[in-house]
């Protein structure tokens, strides 16, 4: 593997040739030719939690300039900690505060308002707390309190969410399906995880996933396979490795491929992205971050995944300039958002001992 792992620096031929190598059960990769075109521009996104904010259905520039300048502190730090650069990101936060407030508030309901104006303050007071960090320059309580706003900004842009953004279509009413997100804690034999399922973007697969959670299907259920750096895969109860069989049926349960891009308004289903022809489109819930939930699906069906998911272990040699192969091959239905040190030490023969939901059970909608 880490001879792969020096290849993989060179180029996306070889990294294409390793992709092909893992075949992972399930999760096989299609060996359909990776296109150039698909090549992003720029930096991968790697925070879970920036990620689920970009993926929530709202539209408001004010408050995604406002997040982009927060997250720019970042890159500052990164860069030999630019300070002055640092102080314009904050200046830059601290104006659309200011002066395009009724902007941020446009997209709030009236019944949020309150809490809304809330936020604000509070991301005002944590904007005073960074600069007085890097007036001191401190780089550690520069990046906490740049964690802390960018949470508060998470706040604020859930209040702006009002409806589910589309209809899934009717052909998979036969389907659970997550219209929003749900918060899930995921018990192992070495310690326990948090992950938000995101049913904003992929209804039918955090649907799916989260039907089987509170049917307890994934209690005390082993990791059967683990890619150095790469995968853990798990879903399947020992002794039953053909997905779910849905007991009101007798039936096995199969669910769409479902992957949205920012240019269209509800995700595609049943297609890859090169089978779509949409070799310049990335998804809005890409394989960037640790711990990035993927919907298993068998070799050259992507339409045949059932219950075996698996986390993605990012590496950024494995995801070039913020694409990975996986991306519009594979379903992502949701981030882990602690607990990243627990499953940096699991490995093939760890078990999950439970999932529980413990918000967002409601958004759970099940078949008629």
């Given amino acids: 593997m ?12 070889t990294l294409v040739l390793v992709v092909l190598s893992l075949g992972l059960s399930a999760a096989g990769f299609a060996s359909s030719n990776y296109r150039e075109s698909r090549l992003p521009q720029g930096n991968a996104i790697t925070s879970p939690q920036a ?16 997040q ?13 900690r630019r300070w002055s650069a640092v102080e314009a990101d904050l200046k830059k936060a601290r104006r659309i505060l200011s002066n395009r407030r009724d902007d941020l508030l446009a997209s709030v309901p009236e019944a949020s308002r309150e809490r809304a104006e809330a936020a604000i303050a509070t991301i005002e007071t944590e904007i005073s707390n960074v600069e007085a960090a890097a007036t001191a320059q401190d780089k550690i309580r520069t990046a906490e309190g740049r964690r802390h706003i960018l949470a508060t900004i998470g706040q604020l842009e ?15 009413s036969n389907l659970p399906q997550l219209k ?33 959670v509170q049917r307890g299907f994934y209690d005390d259920i082993p990791f059967v396979r683990a890619e150095e750096s790469y995968v853990l895969q798990t879903g399947d109860p020992p002794g ?20 949205r891009i920012r240019s269209q308004n509800q995700p595609l ?16 819930l890409p394989f960037s971050a640790f711990g990035t939930l993927g919907m298993a ?11 075996q998911f698996f986390f993605f272990l990012f590496e950024p040699e494995l995801t070039p300039a913020g694409l990975n192969l996986l991306d519009g091959r594979y379903a992502v239905f949701g981030y882990v958002v602690d607990g990243m040190d627990i499953l940096d030490k699991l490995g093939k023969g760890d078990r999950i001992e439970s999932i529980k939901v413990i918000r967002g059970e409601e958004n759970l909608v099940s078949p008629q």
């Fill in 240 to 259: 039953k490795e053909d997905g779910f069989i849905d007991p009101k049926t007798g039936e096995y349960r199969t669910i769409p491929l479902e992957i």
């Fill in 269 to 284: 289903y049943g297609v890859t992205l090169e089978e779509a022809g949409l070799y310049r489109e990335s998804p809005v």
């Fill in 2 to 13: 880490e001879g792969f792992k020096r290849w993989l620096q060179v180029g996306v031929v």
């Fill in 180 to 212: 929003g997100r749900a918060t899930v804690e995921i018990k192992t034999n070495k310690g326990t995880m948090t992950a938000i399922v995101d049913g904003y973007n992929a209804p039918v697969t955090a649907g799916n996933f989260i039907d089987l």
């Fill in 297 to 307: 699906h068998p070799d050259f069906d992507p339409n045949g995944g059932s219950s």
């Fill in 158 to 172: 859930a209040l702006m969410v009002t409806k589910f953004p589309f209809e899934v279509p009717e052909e998979y």
């Fill in 68 to 80: 982009e300048n927060i997250e720019d502190i970042a890159e500052q730090l990164r860069a030999n």
């Fill in 51 to 66: 990620l689920l904010q970009y993926g929530l259905p709202i539209d408001n520039a004010a408050v995604r300039e406002l």
